[in-house]
C-alpha cells in the first residue's frame, strides 16, 4: 500500500496536463512550417523532401511527429489521474472532454496518411474499407473523411489542417480556458523535445517494393491485427464504439460504474494483447 502511494504521489507530482498543452503548442507551430512545404498531390515526395531540400525540414518533421504523440499520451496519463476530479463536470461538459481523445486520434491517424508512405497509404486504405463497411451511409462518410482512391490526399490534409483542429477546440474549450501555462516554468521538458527531435528523426518509409504485411500507426495495430479475425463493422466500428461508449458512462456513483470499470479494463488489456500479436507475428 505504501509503495503504490509513492507511485501515485510521484505521478501526480509530474504536470502531465501543462506538459500535454505545451506539446500541444509546440505541435501547432511546427505543423505550420511543416504544412508551407506540403503538398496533398505530392504527399510522399513533399514529405520526404523535407529532409532533403528544406533547411532544417528533418528537424521541423520530427519535431511535429514527437510533440504531437507526446500531446496524446501525456492527455491520457492527465486524464487518468485526475479522472475523480472530471467527475465534478457536468455531463454535456465530459461528454465534450471524452469525444477529445477520439479527435486528438484522428488529428494523428490523418498526419500518418499524410505522409502518403506504404505505412501512410495502408492505413488511408484500410479506414476507407472500415468506413464503407457503414450500413447506408458509409460510402457518403467516406467521401466526407478520407474519399483517397478519389480525391487523393485533398480531403485528408483539409480535415488534418482545419477540421479536427476546429472541432478539437470546440470540445476541448471548457476544459483548456481553466488551465494557464507558463512555458518559463517547463524550459527542461521544451529542452528535451527539441533534443529528441534533433536526434531521432521522425519514421517515414523508404519506397519498398515487395512487400506483403505493412505495419499501421502505434495506436493502429491492435485494430489491424483484429481485422484479421472479424468483419472491418465489427472491428472498426463496433468495438471502437464500446470503449467510447464505455468512457461516456463511467461516472462515479453510478450503479454501472464498477462493471463498466471491468469491461474497459478488459477492453485495453485485449487491446494490448492484439498490439502485441500484431508486433510479434509480423514485426
Request: aromatic letters at 16%; a positive charge; one cysteine or more.
Amino acid at each position: 500500500m505504501q509503495v503504490r502511494g509513492s507511485i501515485a504521489k510521484a505521478l501526480n507530482s509530474v504536470k502531465w496536463g501543462e506538459w500535454s498543452l505545451i506539446s500541444l503548442y509546440v505541435s501547432l507551430v511546427s505543423g505550420i512550417i511543416v504544412g508551407i512545404h506540403y503538398s496533398p498531390a505530392e504527399p510522399f515526395y513533399s514529405a520526404s523532401a523535407l529532409d532533403i531540400l528544406v533547411p532544417y525540414g528533418t528537424f521541423f518533421r520530427s519535431l511535429h511527429f514527437y510533440s504531437s504523440q507526446f500531446f496524446f499520451l501525456f492527455a491520457v496519463v492527465h486524464f487518468l489521474l485526475v479522472f475523480d476530479k472530471s467527475q465534478v463536470y457536468n455531463f454535456k461538459s465530459y461528454v465534450y472532454l471524452i469525444f477529445c481523445f477520439p479527435c486528438i486520434l484522428m488529428l494523428l491517424f490523418t498526419g500518418y496518411v499524410l505522409r502518403g508512405d506504404a505505412t501512410g497509404y495502408s492505413a488511408g486504405m484500410i479506414a476507407e474499407h472500415i468506413v464503407q463497411a457503414i450500413p447506408l451511409f458509409g460510402s457518403a462518410l467516406n467521401n466526407m473523411l478520407f474519399s483517397i482512391s478519389t480525391h487523393g490526399m485533398d480531403r485528408v490534409y483539409l480535415h488534418h489542417v482545419i477540421s479536427f483542429d476546429l472541432l478539437f477546440l470546440f470540445l476541448a474549450w471548457d476544459h483548456l480556458r481553466r488551465y494557464r501555462v507558463v512555458l518559463a516554468d517547463h524550459l527542461l521538458f521544451i529542452s528535451a523535445v527539441l533534443l529528441l527531435s534533433l536526434v531521432i528523426t521522425a519514421p517515414i518509409d523508404p519506397e519498398q517494393l515487395g512487400l506483403l504485411y505493412i505495419t499501421g500507426p502505434w495506436f493502429f495495430l491492435g485494430l489491424q491485427e483484429l481485422l484479421r479475425y472479424v468483419s472491418p463493422f465489427i472491428a472498426g466500428v463496433l468495438v471502437p464504439g464500446s470503449l467510447l461508449i464505455g468512457l461516456v458512462l463511467l461516472r462515479k456513483g453510478h450503479r454501472s460504474y464498477r462493471p463498466l470499470l471491468i469491461f474497459l479494463c478488459c477492453w485495453l488489456g485485449c487491446y494490448l494483447l492484439l498490439t502485441l500479436l500484431a508486433l510479434t507475428a509480423h514485426g
